[in-house]
């Protein structure tokens, strides 16, 4: 998995929550901005864990400042 890959990951994702494009969404503003519900940030953890392959704690998105910060954690833990 790449940095680029899970770039487009998480702006369709967003968009796609948001309602927006993925032009409109940026991941290196804080999450909060993005006044996802406690039910939206729980689906998107699923979503991700079946993307990337792995356990995703559902509370992730409250552990990091900004969704650049996760896609740079995700990418370390490939690595380990």
Same mark, same amino acid.
């Given at each position: 998995m790449t940095k680029e890959e899970l770039t487009i990951w998480f702006?369709?994702?967003?968009?796609e929550e948001l309602g927006?494009? #993925?032009?409109e969404i940026s991941l290196s503003i804080p @999450?909060?901005?993005?006044?996802?519900d406690s039910i939206s940030l729980v689906s998107l953890s699923q979503?991700?864990?079946d993307f990337v392959g792995f356990?995703?704690? #559902?509370t992730i998105f409250s552990e990091?400042?900004? @969704?650049n910060?996760?896609?740079e954690w995700i990418l370390s833990r490939q690595k380990s």
């Open positions: 702006e369709s994702k967003l968009a927006k494009t #993925p032009n @999450i909060e901005q993005y006044h996802l979503d991700l864990e356990y995703i704690e #559902p990091f400042e900004t @969704i910060e996760i896609i």
